[in-house]
């Protein structure tokens, strides 16, 4: 399982604050025009960070699969990116978020996929479907270029021009799907099945049966073998879900702990509470909080 592509945005963070979070310094970095309404952006290795937009845009972080290996290759953290976009919803945006497995021993043959999407042997909640087949080997693609989930299935051996078997199976999310991914990541399921319950739940492969209901036909063991015994795993979150002290409570507790944890034993308290002091100024999701407990507070006394 690895990243393949991974784009977020931030409003409450200069563009210094992201190149220290990401690792990057600007002078190891191409200096490029900026897209969607960014004048400028940094260059790295795959990864780009554009900024100079509106006032209300901040900064917008881009990887592609190569700026994935290259994130990974000095060191970066995708669950600590993850982290923080959970943790500061609303004020930071996951944009884009794909997930691929790489298949190496052959488990599905990408003719069998075809033939079963062609012969009506399965059920989706994606009404379009794609099959090509070209020089460059055959990719299948289950949902929309506009869709919120996308699937590609392809040769990834025949692309590169390698030997062997190389199937990749390219799960890409936008917006509400991609944070709901990374929310139930940071929470701690497992990335593995966590994707296979996904894709299951909006595809499954059957052997087509007497049941008038395709949905209670039999999966084909082939997809069984893909997916193992996934259960199927809905991901829909409401944009700007309303972010209170029992959710906070919550993050410290179960996300954040451990670190805060180690951090008092190496610096204390008073070093905690020096390093954070002032930190939710101006951030009014937090502010909010606050006010809103300290009047519940007021009202109890």
């Known amino acids: 399982m690895l990243i393949d592509w991974f784009s977020m945005t931030t409003r409450i963070h200069s563009l210094a604050d992201v190149l220290d979070i990401l690792g990057l310094s600007a002078g190891d970095m191409q200096q490029l025009t900026g897209m969607r309404g960014y004048r400028d952006r940094l260059y790295y290795g795959g990864i780009n960070v554009h900024y100079n937009g509106r006032d209300d845009m901040g900064v917008w972080v881009e990887m592609s699969g190569t700026g994935c290996r290259t994130y990974e290759g000095f060191g970066g953290d995708f669950m600590g990116l993850m982290s923080l976009v959970v943790e500061n919803n609303g004020d930071m945006n996951l944009t884009r978020l794909d997930v691929a497995y790489d298949d190496k021993v052959g488990v599905v043959k990408l003719g069998d996929i075809a033939e079963a999407l062609r012969g009506g042997e399965y059920v989706s909640r994606w009404r379009d479907w794609q099959v090509i087949d070209g020089t460059k080997g055959m990719t299948i693609n289950l949902g929309s270029k506009t869709s919120d989930v996308l699937f590609r299935i392809y040769n990834k051996a025949v692309q590169q021009g390698v030997e062997g ?49 395709k949905w209670r036909w039999m999966e084909k063991s082939w997809w069984q073998d893909l997916l193992g015994d996934a259960e199927k795993i809905r991901i829909y979150e409401v944009k700007g ?31 905690l509470i020096s390093r954070v002091k002032g930190k939710s100024a101006g951030r009014s999701k937090y502010e909010d909080i606050v006010k809103v407990a300290q009047r519940m507070m007021e009202n109890v006394g």
């Open 165 to 213: 078997t190389w199937i990749r199976y390219e799960l890409q999310m936008r917006d509400e799907r991609a944070f709901a991914f990374a929310r139930k990541l940071v929470e701690g399921q497992a990335i593995g099945q966590l994707w296979a319950g996904i894709v299951r739940n909006y595809v499954r492969f059957v052997d087509p049966g007497q049941d008038t209901n």
């Open 241 to 271: 879900e309303e972010y209170n002290a029992d959710k906070l409570d919550r993050y410290i507790g179960e996300m954040a702990g451990a670190a805060i944890d180690a951090y008092i034993r190496l610096y204390g308290v008073a070093g």
